[in-house]
Structure formats: structure tokens, C-alpha cells
């Protein structure tokens, strides 16, 4: 029973919350940038390459040999994995620059210190007085 009650505690704490939103927004995020980078950006890149595809580029390391296929080195895919990788953090990062100046708020002016206390108050005029009258 123990157990049960620290996994409630655990999951009712706030960090655990936010972290559960956080992961749901992110998939709806990730979304959201996987078709910007697919619908959007990659045909204009495509347009401005001449239509290069990486992916087809590879070496045949051995023929193939009767039902066997053909062994390949595909270094096309790796070269489009990088440039996807590119693609969606270069996307990413204008997403969250932009989502960052929305959201950029004026600075806030410090909050005023807070009143001393009486007796602080009254030690500061016995200082005071004794400095007009001269005292050491």
C-alpha cells in the first residue's frame, strides 16, 4: 500500500504534469514541423537542386547472385538523412525564434525594497539626530 501511495504522490506532483503536456504538445509539434519540412520546404529545395533524390546513390559492394540481391553500400541515404536533419532543426530553430519573440515581454521593473521596520526606523533617527548634535 505504501507504494501505491508514493506513486500517487509522484504522479500528482506538478513536474510530472507539466512533463505529460509537454510530451503531448511536442508530438503535435513534431507534426507539424514533419510537414512543413516534407509539404513546404523540401519541394522548393528539390526545385533548386534540379530534383536531386540522394537516397538512389549507392555502390554495389556484390552483384546479385540467383534469388540473392545485391549488396549495396547506400551512402545516398545517409547523405538525405543529414540533410533532413538539417532541414527540420533549421525549421525548428525559426519556429522557436519566432514562438520566442511573441511571447518576449518588456522587463519588469524590480519590485521596491520593503519598508523597515519600526525599529530600524527609530535607530535610523537617533543616528541621524546624533549626527546633527555633533556626537562621535
Known amino acids: 500500500m505504501k507504494a501505491i501511495q508514493e506513486f500517487k504522490e509522484f504522479a500528482i506532483k506538478g513536474n510530472v504534469v507539466d512533463m505529460a503536456v509537454g510530451v503531448v504538445i511536442g508530438a ?44 549495396t ?23 522557436v525564434k519566432l ?11 524590480p519590485p521596491a525594497p520593503p519598508a523597515p521596520s519600526p525599529e530600524v526606523q527609530l535607530l535610523t533617527e537617533i543616528r541621524d539626530t546624533l549626527k546633527v548634535r555633533g556626537a562621535p
Do not use: C, M
Open 28 to 71: 503535435g509539434f513534431g507534426k507539424i514541423v514533419t510537414s512543413l519540412v516534407a509539404d513546404i520546404i523540401t519541394p522548393v529545395l528539390g526545385v533548386l537542386v534540379g530534383g536531386v533524390n540522394f537516397t538512389n546513390l549507392k555502390v554495389t559492394l556484390k552483384g546479385a547472385v540467383g534469388d540473392k540481391p545485391a549488396v
Open 73 to 95: 553500400w547506400n551512402y545516398g541515404s545517409f547523405i538525405q538523412a543529414v540533410f533532413d536533419f538539417l532541414i527540420i532543426a533549421w525549421a525548428i530553430f525559426v519556429l
Open 99 to 109: 514562438a520566442n519573440q511573441l511571447k518576449r515581454e518588456e522587463p519588469k521593473a
